[in-house]
Structures are given as structure tokens and as C-alpha cells.
């Protein structure tokens, strides 16, 4: 069964650096590869709906990533480690959320029976 486990949340000073990683497990890339069209990162902060900031595609390694937070956030994978990263610089307080990975683009939702996400990592950012 395939799986998507993130990590790497925590807390961090205003303007401070954090790398998210997004394992998948169960799979290969190319077995992932075959099922799922992406990557994605999204947040949820409290009582705020979910916003997609990012993904990568499984099958061309192209990326997307939202205007407002383009500039600051990176996302890239490691094929040797089946994971994708999101790295994120210069941290705002109103970063602090809930950062989740899912096989899908922010804006383009996965085919029913396709939807997969993780559980989730915490990123507190301290003003």
C-alpha cells in the first residue's frame, strides 16, 4: 500500500529556514510514477481552508508553485530516497500551519480512487 509520511515540521524564528520532507513508501518513484501524477504540498492553518503551494510532476520532473509563496518556498525530490522535499525560506508568522503532502497539484484534485495524503507536519513560525 502506498503511502506519503511528512516530516521535518517544527518551530522557527521569523525569517528562519525549514526543509519539509515527503517520503513515499510502498513504491517505487516508477511505481508511483505509474498511478499517481504528482506530488504536492498544501497547508491548512487554523481555522483557514487548505491552500496548495506546490508539486511535482512524476512524470517530466516539472514543478509549480504558487505566487505567493514562490519566491520563498522550493520544491525538489531525491529519487535515491523515494522523497519529495519543500524547502522554505524566509519564514513568516503567517506560515505557521498544518503542511501536508498529497499525490496531486494544488488546483487540479486527484480522479477518485487516486486521492492520497499524509498525515501532516507542524511549522510554527515565532514572530
Known amino acids: 500500500q502506498v503511502q506519503l509520511a511528512e516530516s521535518g515540521g517544527g518551530l522557527v524564528q521569523t525569517g528562519g529556514s525549514l526543509t519539509l520532507s515527503c517520503a513515499i513508501s510502498?513504491?517505487?518513484?516508477?511505481?508511483?510514477?505509474?498511478?499517481?501524477?504528482?506530488v504536492g504540498w498544501f497547508r491548512q492553518a487554523p481555522g483557514k481552508e487548505r491552500e496548495g503551494l506546490s508539486c511535482i510532476s512524476t512524470s517530466d520532473d516539472s514543478t509549480y508553485t504558487v505566487d505567493s509563496v514562490k519566491d520563498r518556498f522550493t520544491i525538489f525530490r531525491d529519487n535515491a530516497k523515494n522523497t519529495v522535499y519543500l524547502r522554505m525560506d524566509s519564514l513568516k508568522p503567517e506560515d505557521t500551519a498544518m503542511y501536508y503532502c498529497?499525490?496531486?497539484?494544488?488546483?487540479?484534485?486527484?480522479?477518485?480512487?487516486?486521492?492520497?495524503w499524509g498525515q501532516g507536519t507542524l511549522v510554527t513560525v515565532s514572530s
Open positions: 510502498g513504491a517505487t518513484w516508477n511505481e508511483y510514477f505509474r498511478r499517481y501524477y504528482a
Open positions: 498529497a499525490a496531486q497539484c494544488p488546483g487540479l484534485p486527484a480522479a477518485v480512487g487516486y486521492e492520497l
